[in-house]
């Protein structure tokens, strides 16, 4: 197609040309970025004033999305929005010291979001914030105040999707724009510029009219240290490509995230310096290289007058631990309301991961991936020569197993304190340590362990003699064409089983001979709309027949369908594996549905552990000397 060369022959130009050219100080560029893994996202904007609310129209999921949620012609967005907006309690230096007294090293405001709105004075596009009673130049403000205490600055700018300007994607309410909820001019799972590739020259108007324009000001005039872009699917690449090029010869030390650019359904971070993963993480998929999680408070992005979901700061405590652990950094956002103000269970929370990171904070900043196994007691940091020991649940005897390093450990304390933690070697790659008396951080309380030598691990789980543990299928080996669900609430599982060769693999050590029950949970999903059990024999999302294989046992089972499909279904086994080395696999026998399941993970549980928890030292694993 005509379209597709068109795209292919800009990708080329792109990848012989600046793109090469810019990845050559992406190191470079990265370096400060690297070691920040902590970071502070802001959606405000006059949709703040709102706050979710809109006369008649439900209440919205995402408050910034109003104006699409709600199709509110610009017109009256303009009058009881744009006008009104007065922020008249928004202190810069207020926002930027929360920020930095959360132990966060870089902050990123939406400068422009899909309403189209530029919180900036805009000379390029006078769509701004001058048409507001608000009389300061908000981003400007932050720039200075983030600058004021060493923060790196960023600005978040919609290039892709706006409600505003008539030529560009996605008002599909007052405009026939394709990119809206309507999916104007595209075919049935395509993209309208695949569709309708004659249609990219009026998008590429808007391109050239707001989108690049204004970009460059928000460059010239803030000097932002990251551009942060998203929704990049509503343009082609080509002009996605028009757009980063624009940058890149602008300032070649800006940070661009992965949203900037989606080619050819790959990987996001085709064209960027570093990874999106998916919005509201409650889990983390396995991400390679440089990445970001976007968590936000509740579960709105901008202000919400009714979302009271905020988790608790040791959520995002745990969570920052879990993020560094796997190598990424974690920009948590908030939605400040429109007069300017934190809400204040926001800044509760901020306040209470600064609190934890003053004193731990060594355990998460310039920390690398770790490269061992999750414990069954919490995660592992890594930085040089030492490893941080995040403990989310504390044993009741306080003897700690470490699972998979190999390294002679010099010594061990407690992060907070420097008290002594005593620590004994069970076998070439576990370490038992005694934690000492008192109160622990019931959040993540840190051991900080000095090694010898290079890190070398087993990236293997030693299976725990005294719990029961869940085996999430995001920590599992998956096989070509599975893919991993975004890890939102509930969407932490593999999914995509579509014939018999695919399956999910982990690797368990055991300190001793057991009999373990094992729990398969997986979603299995009827087709929307259909109700009664009949009927949803008959039509449904996944259908077919797992094998378990546990060690030399083998266990073949139909997948059942559930009442109600946010609702897990469990099978149960009983095996007996030998000690050391073992392998688990779900492999798919038949696929009769769409797919097999979305498998979640396996529970396991030891059945005879309140004989054997004496027994840990025996040393049956060990591989060396």
Request: aromatic fraction near 10%; glycine fraction near 8%.
């Amino acid at each position: 197609m005509k379209q597709i060369d068109e795209q292919q022959v800009a990708v080329e130009a792109a990848t012989a040309g600046f793109w090469a050219k810019s990845m050559q100080s992406t190191d470079s560029r990265l370096a400060w970025w690297r070691d920040a893994r902590f970071g502070m996202f802001i959606h405000w904007g006059v949709y703040s004033i709102a706050g979710g609310l809109w006369k008649d129209c439900p209440p919205v999921g995402y408050g910034e999305h109003l104006m699409r949620a709600c199709r509110i012609p610009k017109s009256e967005y303009v009058e009881e929005l744009v006008k009104p907006f007065e922020a008249r309690d928004f202190d810069a230096d207020a926002w930027a010291e929360a920020a930095l007294q959360a132990g966060m090293k870089y902050m990123i405001i939406t400068t422009k979001h899909h309403d189209g709105f530029a919180m900036f004075p805009s000379e390029a596009y006078p769509y701004d914030i001058r048409m507001t009673q608000c009389k300061v130049d908000p981003i400007a403000q932050l720039k200075e105040a983030c600058t004021k205490r060493g923060l790196k600055f960023g600005c978040y700018y919609s290039h892709a999707f706006d409600w505003e300007h008539p030529d560009a994607p996605g008002n599909d309410w007052e405009h026939d724009n394709p990119g809206g909820d309507k999916n104007l001019h595209a075919n049935p799972g395509e993209l309208w510029h695949t569709t309708h590739p004659e249609r990219i020259a009026k998008a590429a108007r808007y391109v050239d009219e707001k989108a690049i324009p204004q970009i460059l000001e928000l460059i010239h005039n803030y000097h932002p240290d990251i551009l942060w872009f998203d929704t990049p699917h509503k343009l082609p690449t080509s002009e996605n490509l028009r757009i980063l090029k624009a940058i890149r010869e602008a300032d070649e030390n800006i940070i661009v995230n992965s949203r900037v650019i989606n080619y050819a359904d790959k990987d996001y971070r085709e064209f960027a310096d570093y990874l999106n993963t998916a919005d509201r993480p409650a889990e983390l998929y396995p991400t390679i290289g440089d990445w970001e999680a976007i968590p936000t408070t509740n579960e709105s992005y901008g202000y919400s007058k009714f979302d009271h979901s905020h988790k608790p700061a040791s959520h995002f405590v745990r969570l920052l631990a879990k993020i560094a652990a796997r190598g990424g950094n974690m920009l948590m956002n908030i939605g400040p309301k429109g007069d300017g103000a934190f809400d204040a269970p926001d800044a509760a929370i901020l306040r209470g991961i600064g609190e934890w990171l003053k004193q731990n904070g060594e355990s998460i900043y310039a920390t690398r991936r770790s490269p061992l196994f999750s414990q069954v007691w919490g995660e592992t940091t890594l930085r040089g020569n030492t490893l941080y020991l995040h403990i989310f649940d504390v044993p009741e005897n306080r003897k700690l197993i470490l699972g998979g390093l190999g390294n002679t450990i010099k010594n061990a304390h407690m992060l907070v304190d420097g008290r002594e933690v005593p620590v004994r070697r069970l076998n070439y790659y576990d370490h038992e340590f005694l934690l000492p008396e008192g109160e622990f951080d019931a959040a993540d309380t840190v051991v900080k362990v000095e090694f010898n030598g290079e890190i070398v691990a087993k990236p293997d789980f030693l299976m725990p003699l005294d719990r029961p543990f869940h085996l999430r299928s995001f920590d599992a080996v998956i096989s070509a064409g599975l893919h991993y669900g975004d890890g939102k609430t509930n969407r932490d599982y593999v999914f995509h089983w579509k014939d018999t060769t695919q399956f999910v693999t982990w690797n368990i050590r055991l300190p001793r001979a057991m009999q373990l029950k094992i729990d398969v949970s997986y979603l299995a999903l009827h087709t929307p709309g259909v109700t009664g059990t009949a009927d949803m024999t008959k039509m449904h999302d996944c259908g077919g027949t797992y094998l378990l294989y546990a060690g030399k046992e083998i266990f073949h089972a139909p997948v059942r369908m559930s009442a109600d499909v946010n609702t897990p279904t469990v099978d149960s086994y009983t095996v007996s594996l030998p000690a050391g080395e073992s392998t688990l696999q779900v492999r798919a026998e038949e696929v009769t549905g769409l797919e097999l399941m979305k498998l979640l993970g396996l529970l396991i549980t030891p059945l005879d552990s309140a004989e054997i928890q004496s027994e840990i030292e025996v040393d049956v694993t060990d591989t060396g000397n």
